[in-house]
């Protein structure tokens, strides 16, 4: 899945065997209205990917996957995630939230970077008479992470991924943004049940960081199914010269081996001319 424009969802299927493993099948999948940004999640926890995107303007909309894993089919079900109070909750939109359950407990926490380098966490609660979910702030700085510019202020638009990529257990974070020319790696030295992300934040890969034009949004996942995580990566712009990344803009880093990433091509999709704001 892959979004060059705003409001619109490019999906390109996998088929392993094809000379080109990956197959363009849609240009707005399932007519999906996601505002500026999209994130697949299993918010109701049934065993499929639900899904989070911008409500215009800074709203997050939730529509959720009445289909299966097989055959997903998404239905609005709320035009904005709500806290305990009713109250909406607010992202700004050109930054990219993300959910996970990220201290184990079986409910789904809402991440959301702000302006301040910040991170706000939301933890699921329960649900609305809809079933919509509901959440309840925990944090407006989420484990102390205040992220600050090389060039000497405090971040700005930004997105962030979480994932498992040194196979310990527990969520690491990844982050992006508009002062920052690479991806910074957070590593979760907790558990499971006790997320500790109070660490330096690394360039990444830390034996060879990346290096764009900056605003790089991250995803991870088993890109090759060798059953580690590797790192697909979109760069949007930021404030290193946007023009030089109007072509090597969709960045695979592949986990060549336990806890060795190494790039691989800044052209993922190379029979497709992305634009300089690809978000995979």
């Not at 000379?19 to 999209?38: A, C, I, K, M, N």
């Not at 009713?86 to 992202?91: D, P, V």
Request: hydrophobic share 30%.
């Amino acid at each position: 899945f892959v979004q060059e424009t705003s409001g619109k969802v490019m999906f390109f299927e996998h088929v392993p065997e094809a000379e080109t493993p990956f197959q363009w099948r849609s240009d707005h999948y399932q007519g999906l209205d996601v505002g500026e940004w999209y994130r697949f999640v299993d918010l109701d926890r049934d065993g499929d990917h639900d899904l989070l995107a911008e409500q215009p303007f800074s709203y997050v909309r939730y529509y959720r996957n009445d289909g299966t894993r097989q055959a997903p089919k998404f239905v609005q079900a709320a035009d904005t995630i709500r806290d305990t109070e009713g109250r909406a909750i607010f992202s700004d939109r050109q930054n990219i939230p993300n959910a996970t359950d990220i201290d184990g407990d079986g409910r789904m926490d809402l991440l959301i970077g702000r302006l301040e380098g910040t991170v706000t966490r939301y933890e699921e609660t329960g649900t609305d008479r809809s079933g919509v979910p509901l959440f309840e702030l925990v944090s407006d700085r989420f484990e102390g992470i205040e992220i600050v510019a090389q060039i000497g202020s405090l971040h700005g638009a930004n997105t962030m991924a979480l994932g498992d990529v040194d196979s310990d257990g527990d969520q690491d974070l990844f982050w992006g943004d508009y002062f920052e020319p690479g991806i910074l790696f957070l590593e979760n030295t907790g558990s499971r049940t006790r997320p500790n992300l109070r660490g330096e934040p690394l360039p990444f890969p830390t034996q060879d960081p990346l290096r764009t034009s900056g605003y790089n949004a991250p995803t991870l996942g088993d890109v090759d199914g060798d059953g580690d995580q590797d790192l697909l990566m979109g760069v949007l712009g930021g404030a290193y010269n946007p023009n030089t990344t109007t072509a090597d803009n969709f960045h695979y880093v592949e986990q060549s081996r336990p806890g060795l990433f190494e790039q691989r091509t800044s052209r993922f999709l190379s029979t497709i001319d992305f634009g300089s704001e690809t978000i995979p």
